[in-house]
């Protein structure tokens, strides 16, 4: 059994900063790909930020040097660094990490509960 735990949230000032964690724990052999997701009130979700399995790290335009995103390999803990946030960032953002529970299993996606990023004056 694996559970991620997506944390961080919370409502900021425009041009403020947060920074979202998302762990991955119990039956955790291996992970692979992780990512970060967002999605507003009446839109899709996108993809926010990734670090893929050859390791290059991609990111949505409009979050370019803005948003970092790393990992902890030893935790299975992502991060993702929110600065200079804008009221257009405000979403519930989520976390993907491709796990294999053990030796034998098949790498699949596992999702966090999301956390609410708002950002208002």
């Known amino acids: 059994q694996v559970e991620v735990v997506d944390s961080g949230g919370g409502l900021v000032q425009p041009g403020g900063s947060l920074r979202l964690s998302c762990t991955a724990s119990g039956s955790v052999f291996a992970v692979r790909e992780v990512a970060w997701y967002r999605q507003a009130p009446g839109k899709e979700q996108e993809l926010v930020a990734e670090?893929?399995?050859?390791?290059?790290?991609n990111y949505l335009d409009s979050v370019k040097g803005r948003f970092t995103i790393s990992r902890d390999y030893a935790t299975n803990t992502v991060f993702l660094q929110m600065n200079n946030l804008k009221p257009e960032d405000t979403a519930d953002y989520y976390c993907?990490?491709?796990?294999?529970?053990?030796?034998?299993?098949?790498?699949?996606?596992?999702w966090g509960q999301g956390t609410q990023v708002t950002v208002s004056s």
């Open positions: 670090i893929t399995n050859d390791g290059s790290i």
């Open positions: 993907s990490q491709e796990i294999k529970q053990d030796r034998q299993d098949q790498f699949a996606y596992q």
